[in-house]
Nanobody, 118 residues
């Protein structure tokens, strides 16, 4: 059974940092692309970043969002810095084909809330 479990969310002040984790079980995280998405209230789910099976990464804001992976523990991370109120959302990790589209990912975690507020 494939499971993805996010953790590391919480409340942070503007300008702060958070590191989200996505623990992957039931498949080898470096055999699939693992993406990060977020969804704010009233908005569609949007792509944040991705790491492919070969370790290549990209994100929507390379200066603030960094995706990485620990192959030994099968955990994928999203490091976020200089957070802004507009980054407030539920953050999800997902495994599937390398893509920017949520529909290309077959497996999803339950999400973790990130709130940026003073």
């Amino acid at each position: 059974q494939v499971q993805l479990v996010e953790s590391g969310g919480g409340q942070v002040q503007p300008g702060g940092s958070l590191k989200l984790s996505c623990a992957v079980s039931g498949l080898t995280s470096n055999a699939y692309a693992v993406g990060w998405f977020r969804q704010a209230p009233g908005k569609e789910r949007e792509f944040v970043g991705i790491i492919n099976a070969y370790g290549g990464t990209t994100s929507t804001d390379a200066d603030r969002f960094t995706v990485s992976r620990d192959n030994a523990s099968n955990v994928v991370y999203l490091q976020m810095t200089s957070l802004e109120a507009e980054d407030t959302a539920v953050y999800y990790c997902a495994a599937g084909r390398p893509s920017f589209r949520a529909t290309d990912f077959s497996y999803w975690g339950q999400g973790t809330q990130v709130t940026v507020s003073s």
